[in-house]
């Protein structure tokens, strides 16, 4: 059974969250804080996080943070009250997933769920690697590494790194690149793409060149740039 770990110091979020989920067959396991949630996190496998981001104790993108030390793979639903752009930035750079505002209908997150635990088990199995120049993209382990040295990508950038590499020298429209990396049933809009190539590209230092913006079509990897 998909077993899920709900994060946020409201029980009546976590109660609301546990119905629901429970209604759609998952297991559930609450969390208080994000201290509680490492904690859990280290002891027990979850297919999925969901994380709210103001908690006493330890706040939401700190607790995501510790946990991808550890585990880099699992899942991470952000919760926000707030809604701003740095949030949304700050959470898919320490390594969240999806990221819904509150309020936010219980229906749609449980349809988020479903969407992000059907990506993560059809996940395409990587037998081979690319190089261009000093970057390795190797397919298999999931890493990125420059000159040697390997690249710290959340598990969002780097699908979306190995779509587009996998795809060298094709023109992708970002209607295409959402629906492959994030999935046909993604509920976002086209920030969250520009937000990833931003973060994407920052960490990909010179080797940034090699996507190539398409403007008002989207993005391609340029091999020969």
Not at 102 to 111: G, N, Q, V, Y
Request: overall charge negative; charged content about 30%.
């Amino acid at each position: 059974m998909t077993k899920i770990l709900i994060t946020d110091d409201e029980a009546k979020i976590r109660e609301m969250i546990a119905k629901y989920a429970a209604h759609e067959g998952f297991e559930t396991e609450e969390a208080c804080d994000g201290m509680e949630a490492v904690e859990k996190c280290a002891a027990n496998h979850y297919d999925l996080i969901i994380m709210d981001i103001m908690m006493p104790n330890l706040d939401g993108f700190s607790a995501v943070k510790e946990i991808r030390q550890s585990d880099p793979d699992t899942p991470v639903i952000m919760l926000s009250a707030l809604g701003q752009e740095y949030d949304r930035v700050h959470g898919f750079d320490v390594g969240v997933d999806d990221y819904v505002v509150k309020p936010f209908s219980s229906k749609e997150l449980m349809m988020r769920i479903h969407a992000i635990l059907k990506r993560t088990k059809h996940a395409e199995v990587k037998t081979d690697r690319l190089k261009v120049e000093g970057m390795v993209i190797d397919y298999d382990a999931r890493t990125v590494t420059i000159d040697g040295e390997r690249v710290g990508l959340s598990p969002k950038e780097y699908e979306l790194l190995a779509y587009l590499s996998k795809n060298a020298g094709i023109a992708l429209t970002r209607e295409k690149l959402l629906s492959n990396v994030w999935g046909y049933d993604f509920f976002g809009d086209d920030r969250t793409l520009d937000t990833h190539i931003k973060l994407l590209r920052r960490n990909l230092g010179d080797y940034a060149k090699y996507i190539v913006t398409l403007r008002g079509v989207g993005y391609r990897f340029e091999k020969t740039n």
